[in-house]
């Protein structure tokens, strides 16, 4: 990417896309388009090719997305499939017809198997049964990647295919029934905090091992994928550490300086049991996640107490 290529972020509001967003300013690009939902909706193709045809982006960041936590990918299952569905299908499709040089597009760790060898290889996508809570969402992403592939196959076009470990950072969502672990648990701790709660309640045993990565972090990996990587293979991007939920919420509870106790709430679903990321093959194309879990985690917090947090009654 120059200076001056048209660069298109799609969801440029969210964790991811605004990460990327903050990533391409501080490197100086100069044409960066972005476009809300109430003037571009990306589940509809008319509008979608009407924006193509008129905008031609030249690189295009594909992180619009309808994503979730555990409860909400496994009560709204339709909704995850198919708003997915119709937003890369819509968007690749577009942008390979409207003068695109190159698109990248973001899957998740929850492609591969359940039971997947641990660290989890690129090659190990497709070779079993996936987690059934997030079952839907994972077929929509895997049917993405393959689309960007058989683009370039059929084609010869280049899109390239990054598969992000669990996310957090400033600007997630922190809604207790749609969020993910880290955000939820960080709202919950804060306000068993401020309330002066005897506990705090943790979805699951605890016992489920995830690996955390800061958007900021990614939003650096999709940069350096766009400039310098161009291959038919996904790439996994994470930390290459994971923790408990249960060390997790731990370190939650000493950064927010909450003192009461955990309480393990099993009627809740655990999900897949571990999820880390191989990550040898990005890290010998060069790069590397710099943000620790902890430096992340409080970075993290003080931007909810700025922006989220309910100021506490006088
Ligand atoms: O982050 P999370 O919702 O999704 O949950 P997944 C991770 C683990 O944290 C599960 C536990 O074992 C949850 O039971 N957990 C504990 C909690 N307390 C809470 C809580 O208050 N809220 C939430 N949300 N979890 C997601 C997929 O799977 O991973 C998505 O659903 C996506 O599709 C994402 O792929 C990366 O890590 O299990």
Redesign the pocket.
């Known amino acids: 990417m120059l200076r001056d290529s048209k660069i298109f972020v799609a969801g440029h509001r969210g964790l991811v896309g605004s990460a990327i967003l903050r990533r391409l300013r501080s490197e100086g690009h100069e044409q960066i388009i972005t476009s809300t939902r109430a003037d571009l909706d990306l589940r509809d193709q008319a509008q979608v090719r009407a924006f193509f045809r008129e905008v031609r982006p030249e690189f295009i960041f594909l992180a619009a997305a309808k994503?979730?936590?555990?409860?909400a990918?496994s009560r709204y299952p339709a909704d995850f499939i198919r708003d997915n569905l119709l937003i890369q299908t819509n968007v690749i499709d577009a942008a390979y017809g409207n003068g695109c040089k190159k698109l990248l597009f973001l899957g998740?760790?929850?492609i591969y198997p359940k039971h997947a060898p641990q660290p989890i290889k690129e090659e190990y996508l497709l070779t079993g049964p996936l987690e059934t809570?997030?079952h839907a969402?994972?077929v929509a992403k895997i049917a993405g990647i393959e689309m960007v592939k058989s683009y370039r196959r059929q084609y010869g076009w280049s899109g390239v295919c990054l598969q992000p470990t669990?996310l957090y950072g400033p600007g997630d969502n922190f809604d207790?029934q749609s969020?993910?672990?880290l955000p939820?648990?960080m709202c919950?701790l804060h306000e068993g905090k401020v309330s002066g709660a005897d506990q705090v309640t943790?979805?699951?045993s605890g016992m489920?091992r995830?690996e955390f990565l800061h958007a900021d972090d990614l939003a650096e990996a999709a940069l350096f994928a766009m400039n310098h990587y161009d291959d038919d293979e996904i790439l996994n991007v994470g930390v290459g550490t994971e923790c408990t939920?249960r060390e997790l919420a731990e370190l939650l509870s000493r950064t927010v300086g909450y003192r009461g106790d955990l309480h393990f709430d099993t009627t809740?679903?655990?999900?897949?049991p571990r999820?880390l990321l191989d990550v040898s093959r990005i890290n010998a194309a060069g790069w590397r996640a710099r943000i620790s879990l902890e430096e992340g985690v409080r970075s993290t917090y003080a931007w909810y107490l700025e922006n989220v947090a309910k100021p506490a009654a006088p």
Request: proline share 6%; net charge positive.
């Open positions: 994503v979730g936590g555990i409860l990918n998740s760790s929850c809570s997030n969402y994972a669990n207790l969020s993910h672990v939820a648990l919950k943790v979805w699951g489920p995830r939920i809740k679903p655990d999900g897949t999820k």
